[in-house]
């Protein structure tokens, strides 16, 4: 163990790990620090699905990340991502207030972040189970979601920790950063508590890539506003921002969207952290294909407003807002072979019936009678002469009501019918660091901090209000990748 390095990252997560993989064709003294044990390791990434938003002008494309048969090519249509509709897609969900040289570079350098993750040993697929639906036996990819890690979150981890390992980068688990080392000149190292002892490491450069604070509930309140401590964390409990506080207090500018967060329905009995175990298997997002209920028994939000990619992330939120901040989803059995693998778990808080009547009245710490009469009225408000399409925002919409269902608006009408009670589960916080193209970190009048960088999670400036789901990986591989190379180009700052 030398105590000197040329570049320590901060996490071991995605975003760490390509920081740290990247920075290996360059330098060879690398050390990861991750405040997990080894058994929990690999941080909000190893819960996720490994689906990552990547942009691509067609089947040619995925051939480099994707081994593809010509049998897999001939029943799928795979369409194209191109770069103008993921940028797009962040202005629009971001309200365009998106960063708009870093929304660039992560969508201009998507494709290639992956290509060069499968050159360091990641395997991907194509989500054929979550992301295509079967029209007359033809695969059929939406929404701009078509890669995936092969063995999900966990499998991406996996192999990147032992790409890292084979590359020579040293980690460190059960090691959690507390500090940096840095003066006038700027960073030195870090300090680190690990196995009982707090010691200072020395570094040429520094990346920190530790998550978000979503798991802190004191910051959520603090930040979120009130109301977010009652929030279930989706994902691992260490991102508490201890390594965003870290960087503020040696003068680090914050930036972006700190009062907003990615947040999901999530199962209302779930616990208060992830559950590897579960992984992310307690959310419920199949949501577009029947109606929302809360404690009142009123419906709150339109379910069909867009794909659930463009919506899921924003309505954990509008979900926390209700009374008792959990709601119901009511779906009747002409969805039920539509609603996805996450509905399956032993672990849902679920409700059948074989009439309206008697699921309202099932329905634990909600008002019945206003629930039934509001299905009444949202089932005599579909336009039931416009055709139902899963495949496209079909306009099938209701008309008339104070909250309307402005796509896929089926009526429940067929038993048995079914509901499943979530609440509000946090993904990761948006507000974090302000950083630059070469993802140095910005101090507080507009300077680089030398020797500091940051990649992922706890950078700020790009994703606000809500985000196109799987950016999040994706943001992690092309700014860690990015944070790499240039830490290892740093100068000395000792
Ligand atoms: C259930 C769930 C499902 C998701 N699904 C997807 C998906 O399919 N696609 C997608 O793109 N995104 C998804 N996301 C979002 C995605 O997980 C994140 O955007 C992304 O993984 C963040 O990567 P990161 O490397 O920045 O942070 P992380 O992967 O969280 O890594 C941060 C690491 O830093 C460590 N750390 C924290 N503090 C310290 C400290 N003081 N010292 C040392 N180490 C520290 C943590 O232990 C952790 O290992 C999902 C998230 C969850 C929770």
Same mark, same amino acid.
């Given at each position: 163990?030398?105590?000197?390095?040329?570049?320590?990252?901060?996490?071991?997560?995605?975003?760490?790990?390509?920081?740290?993989?990247?920075?290996?064709?360059?330098?060879?003294?690398?050390?990861?620090?991750?405040?997990?044990?080894?058994?929990?390791?690999?941080?909000?990434?190893?819960?996720?699905?490994?689906?990552?938003?990547?942009?691509?002008?067609?089947?040619?494309?995925?051939?480099?990340?994707?081994?593809?048969?010509?049998?897999? %090519?001939?029943?799928?249509? #795979?369409?194209?991502?191109?770069?103008?509709?993921?940028?797009?897609?962040?202005?629009?969900?971001?309200?365009?207030?998106?960063?708009?040289?870093?929304?660039?570079?992560? !969508?201009?350098?998507?494709?290639?972040?992956?290509?060069?993750?499968?050159?360091?040993?990641?395997?991907?697929?194509?989500?054929?189970?979550?992301?295509?639906?079967?029209?007359?036996?033809?695969?059929?990819?939406?929404?701009?979601?078509?890669?995936?890690?092969?063995?999900?979150?966990?499998?991406?981890?996996?192999?990147?920790?032992?790409?890292?390992?084979?590359?020579? %980068?040293?980690?460190?688990?059960?090691?959690? &950063?507390?500090?940096?080392?840095?003066?006038?000149?700027?960073?030195?190292?870090?300090?680190?508590? /690990?196995?009982?002892?707090?010691?200072? %490491?020395?570094?040429?450069? !520094?990346?920190?890539?530790?998550?978000?604070?979503? +798991?802190?509930?004191?910051?959520?309140?603090?930040?979120?506003?009130?109301?977010?401590?009652?929030?279930? !964390?989706?994902?691992?409990?260490?991102?508490?921002?201890?390594?965003?506080?870290?960087?503020?207090?040696?003068?680090?500018? $914050?930036?972006?969207?700190?009062?907003?967060?990615?947040?999901?329905?999530?199962?209302?009995?779930?616990?208060? #952290?992830?559950?590897?175990?579960?992984?992310?298997?307690?959310?419920?997002?199949? /949501?577009?294909?029947?109606?929302?209920?809360?404690?009142?028994?009123?419906?709150?939000?339109?379910?069909?407003?867009?794909?659930?990619?463009?919506? /899921?992330?924003?309505?954990?939120?509008?979900?926390?807002?209700?009374?008792?901040?959990?709601?119901?989803?009511?779906?009747?059995?002409?969805?039920?072979?539509?609603?996805?693998?996450?509905?399956? %778990?032993?672990?849902?808080?679920?409700?059948?019936?074989?009439?309206?009547?008697?699921?309202?009245?099932?329905?634990?710490?909600?008002?019945?009678?206003? +629930?039934?009469?509001?299905?009444?009225? /949202?089932?005599?408000?579909?336009?039931?002469?416009?055709?139902?399409?899963?495949?496209?925002?079909?306009?099938?919409?209701?008309?008339?009501?104070?909250?309307?269902?402005?796509?896929?608006?089926?009526?429940?009408?067929?038993?048995?019918?079914?509901?499943?009670?979530?609440?509000?589960?946090?993904?990761?916080?948006?507000?974090?660091?302000?950083?630059?193209?070469? &993802?140095?970190?910005?101090?507080?009048?507009?300077? $680089?901090?030398?020797?500091?960088?940051?990649?992922?999670?706890?950078?700020?400036?790009?994703?606000? #209000?809500?985000?196109?789901?799987?950016?999040?990986?994706?943001?992690?591989?092309?700014?860690?990748?990015?944070?790499? +190379?240039?830490?290892?180009? +740093?100068?000395?700052?000792?």
């Amino acid at each position: 163990m030398s105590e000197s390095y040329d570049v320590i990252v901060v996490g071991a997560g995605n975003a760490a790990l390509c920081a740290a993989l990247s920075a290996s064709e360059r330098v060879k003294k690398i050390l990861v620090l991750e405040r997990s044990p080894e058994d929990e390791a690999g941080g909000n990434s190893r819960f996720t699905a490994g689906l990552m938003r990547v942009a691509y002008a067609g089947v040619e494309d995925l051939k480099k990340v994707i081994e593809l048969s010509p049998e897999e %090519i001939e029943r799928t249509d #795979f369409g194209a991502y191109t770069e103008e509709q993921f940028l797009d897609d962040v202005a629009r969900v971001t309200e365009y207030r998106c960063d708009p040289d870093l929304t660039e570079l992560l !969508v201009r350098n998507s494709l290639p972040a992956v290509i060069w993750m499968r050159s360091k040993g990641v395997r991907f697929t194509a989500a054929w189970g979550r992301q295509a639906f079967n029209i007359a036996g033809r695969f059929k990819f939406w929404g701009g979601l078509t890669v995936e890690a092969v063995g999900g979150g966990p499998g991406l981890v996996e192999s990147l920790t032992s790409a890292a390992k084979k590359n020579g %980068i040293e980690i460190w688990y059960g090691a959690r &950063a507390t500090s940096l080392v840095a003066d006038d000149d700027g960073v030195h190292g870090v300090r680190v508590k /690990y196995q009982g002892k707090t010691r200072e %490491i020395r570094s040429r450069s !520094v990346v920190l890539a530790a998550g978000g604070f979503q +798991a802190n509930p004191e910051w959520r309140a603090r930040y979120l506003g009130p109301g977010w401590e009652l929030a279930k !964390v989706r994902g691992t409990r260490f991102n508490t921002g201890d390594v965003i506080r870290m960087a503020l207090d040696i003068g680090a500018a $914050p930036a972006g969207n700190w009062s907003g967060c990615h947040a999901v329905a999530w199962e209302r009995n779930a616990p208060e #952290f992830g559950d590897l175990a579960v992984g992310d298997q307690f959310q419920k997002h199949s /949501y577009p294909w029947g109606v929302y209920i809360n404690a009142h028994g009123r419906r709150f939000v339109d379910e069909g407003a867009d794909f659930r990619n463009y919506t /899921y992330a924003k309505y954990g939120r509008v979900i926390l807002a209700q009374p008792g901040q959990f709601a119901w989803q009511v779906f009747d059995a002409k969805v039920k072979a539509q609603l996805r693998d996450e509905y399956k %778990i032993r672990q849902v808080t679920k409700v059948t019936a074989n009439t309206l009547e008697e699921l309202c009245a099932k329905l634990e710490d909600t008002d019945g009678s206003a +629930a039934l009469e509001e299905l009444k009225a /949202y089932n005599a408000a579909v336009r039931a002469d416009i055709p139902f399409n899963p495949n496209v925002k079909d306009g099938r919409r209701t008309e008339g009501l104070k909250i309307d269902k402005t796509n896929w608006a089926n009526t429940l009408d067929t038993p048995p019918f079914e509901a499943y009670a979530v609440t509000c589960g946090i993904t990761f916080t948006f507000g974090g660091l302000r950083i630059t193209n070469d &993802a140095q970190v910005l101090d507080s009048d507009g300077a $680089p901090i030398r020797g500091l960088y940051a990649a992922g999670e706890l950078v700020g400036g790009i994703f606000w #209000f809500n985000y196109p789901g799987g950016s999040g990986l994706t943001n992690g591989s092309v700014f860690g990748r990015i944070a790499g +190379a240039s830490a290892a180009k +740093a100068p000395a700052t000792a």
